[in-house]
């Protein structure tokens, strides 16, 4: 299976794109078509991670399947997370494959992840040396 980590920001899919040819072209057309949802104040986001399958014609084969939440998300904030990630593949697909991509990929299941973390604090800088001192 193929993981995913790259974070999956706005945007919105163009209509005049060249047929995807292999897979960093099918991530990043569906990262133009990722939507971040509101988050109340405060609220870090979320990862989330969903296995999909696709057809020949780059049709969802089946249905998406959510494998991984953040463990700390509340329930309202997995239903808005589920919701924005099944509105991205609608929006998405099919994606145009092309017929080398759509037969490599055909029926294989891809996991992907959606790290939409957001107002994280920034973490402190840690040293791994000793400071140097003069008797």
């Not at 057309?29 to 509101?38: A, F, H, V, Y």
């Not at 014609?57 to 399947?65: K, T, V």
Request: with cysteine.
């Amino acid at each position: 299976m193929l993981v995913v980590a790259n974070a999956l920001w706005h945007g919105g899919a163009g209509a005049q794109e060249p047929d995807v040819d292999n897979l960093k072209e099918m991530f990043a057309r569906l990262k133009k078509c990722w939507k971040s949802p509101p988050l109340p104040n405060g609220n870090p986001g979320m990862e989330i991670t969903v296995l999909v399958s696709f057809k020949r014609d780059g049709e969802i084969l089946g249905h998406p399947r959510i494998t991984f939440e953040s463990p700390n998300a509340t329930d309202r904030e997995r239903i808005i997370y589920r919701t924005a990630v099944m509105e991205t593949l609608q929006r998405c697909t099919p994606l145009p494959f092309t017929e080398s991509m759509g037969a490599a990929i055909a029926g294989r299941p891809l996991r992907l992840k959606f790290d939409d973390r957001r107002n994280l604090p920034k973490p402190q800088e840690k040293r791994a040396w000793l400071t140097t001192k003069i008797l």
